[in-house]
């Protein structure tokens, strides 16, 4: 194990993707890590591995975010197990296309549930258990935009981008709260096609990103302890366009 630790840092759906990208920096900075996923356990468990090779104590913690009992109980397991958690990264989400309509809640319910609710719960459950630290929401780039394919995640986003300003205000100087809006940094999920070179052609700085600039993006905010209540969009300029 690494001697000297910067605490942990609870990362929501870091099975795979950028979550796994952003758990597996964390614990090259120097925190411990509470790995959360929900269905990937097998991926979970590899990222875990990778994470051990470092040196890095990690703990697997799965929980479907989807039921807001669930998210309750896992903040509470986390601090149980880590004590110095000081760090929360909000990764967890659905994406999937609808329109808005009454007659079937369902995917309503889903994405206001995992991608809304459940980093509320989080945050406020983080708050009124650890003294100092930090939170990181991970919103969306299009938040900004009121036109969407994908309707419901909007709203959900566009609520965690509220929220994130709203709960920088409320936590004040024991928990800095800030949010990041990725554009083109991965391919879809949900084998949607992937058209990101074509829609890249359109944005000021005319290409995809990686996950690098998300990281950079985290140890930004980790390291500038005077700035709370910020979203920042890394998305070659997407969102002005
Ligand atoms: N990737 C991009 O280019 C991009 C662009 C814009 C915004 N974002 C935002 O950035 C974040 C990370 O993006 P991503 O592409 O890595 O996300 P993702 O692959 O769509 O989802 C990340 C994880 O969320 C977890 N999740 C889904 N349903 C869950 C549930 N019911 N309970 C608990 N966990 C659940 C899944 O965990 P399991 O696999 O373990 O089930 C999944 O691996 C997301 O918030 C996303 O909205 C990403």
Same mark, same amino acid.
């Given at each position: 194990?690494? $001697?000297?630790?910067?605490?942990? %840092? ?12 952003? !758990? ?7 925190? &411990? ?5 929900? &269905? ?8 875990? %591995? ?8 990690? #703990?697997?913690?799965?929980? *479907? ?15 149980? !197990? ?7 990264i ?19 319910? !889903?994405?206001?549930?995992?991608n ?7 945050s ?17 780039? $299009?938040?900004?935009?009121n036109? &969407? =394919? ?9 609520a965690?981008? #509220?929220?994130?300003?709203?709960? %920088? ?6 928990? =800095?709260? $800030? ?16 058209? =990101?070179?074509i =829609? %890249? ?17 985290? *140890? ?22």
């Amino acid at each position: 194990m690494k $001697n000297k630790s910067k605490g942990t %840092a609870l990362v929501t759906g870091a099975a795979k993707r950028l979550g796994q990208a952003v !758990a597996l920096h964390l614990a090259d900075q120097g925190y &411990s890590i509470a790995l959360h996923y929900n &269905s990937s356990k097998a991926e979970a468990m590899k990222t875990a %591995a990778f994470i051990y090779k470092k040196g890095v104590r990690c #703990e697997l913690f799965a929980c *479907d975010l989807a039921d807001p009992k669930e998210a309750l109980r896992l903040m509470a397991q986390v601090h149980q !197990a880590f004590p110095d958690l000081n760090l929360l990264i909000n990764s967890a989400s659905i994406f999937v296309p609808n329109t808005f309509g009454a007659q079937d809640l369902t995917l309503f319910n !889903a994405h206001w549930n995992i991608n809304f609710k459940a980093p509320y719960i989080l945050s406020c459950e983080f708050v009124r258990l650890v003294k100092q630290g930090g939170i990181i929401n991970f919103i969306d780039t $299009n938040v900004v935009k009121n036109s &969407s =394919r994908y309707s419901d995640y909007l709203l959900s986003k566009k609520a965690l981008a #509220e929220f994130t300003k709203m709960a %920088a205000v409320s936590f004040g100087e024991a928990i =800095r709260v $800030n949010g990041i809006s990725p554009g083109m940094i991965l391919t879809p999920v949900n084998s949607q096609k992937d058209d =990101r070179e074509i =829609r %890249a052609k359109k944005i000021p700085l005319k290409s995809v990103g990686n996950p690098q600039y998300i990281l950079d993006t985290i *140890d930004f905010l980790l390291k500038n302890t005077y700035v709370t209540g910020q979203i920042i969009a890394v998305d070659g300029g997407e969102q002005l366009v």
